[in-house]
């Protein structure tokens, strides 16, 4: 079995900035790649950034200039810088993670973290 642990969610004001930890544990063999996605109430969960294991990342057009989004292959954790918050970024932040066995790759996900930016 494979765990993903996040923290650092948290209430802050608008322009303020946040820190998502995600630590990976259990039956690991080889993490293809690491993200965080989010979900608002009455939206459907989206992709807000990720990171392959080669280094390569991948963020979503609202986010860009803003967050970023890092990794410690050591420690098997992934993180999200995330400045300048808005109040749309108000959501559960999901950690992802996709991780190989053999030739099949299978997603995890963590219980989600609240990040609440008020005006």
């Known amino acids: 079995q494979v765990q993903l642990v996040e923290s650092g969610g948290g209430l802050v004001q608008a322009g303020g900035s946040l820190r998502l930890s995600c630590a990976a544990s259990?039956?690991?063999?080889?993490?293809?790649?690491m993200g965080w996605y989010r979900q608002a109430p009455g939206k459907q969960r989206e992709l807000v950034a990720a990171i392959i294991s080669s280094g390569n990342t991948n963020y979503a057009d609202f986010v860009k200039g803003r967050f970023t989004i890092s990794r410690d292959n050591a420690k098997n954790t992934v993180y999200l810088q995330m400045n300048s918050l808005k109040p749309e970024d108000t959501a559960v932040y999901y950690c992802?993670?996709?991780?190989?066995?053999?030739?099949?790759?299978?997603?995890?996900w963590g219980q989600g973290t609240q990040v609440t930016v008020s005006s």
């Open positions: 259990g039956r690991i063999f080889s993490i293809n790649s």
């Open positions: 992802n993670a996709e991780i190989a066995r053999g030739k099949v790759s299978y997603a995890y």
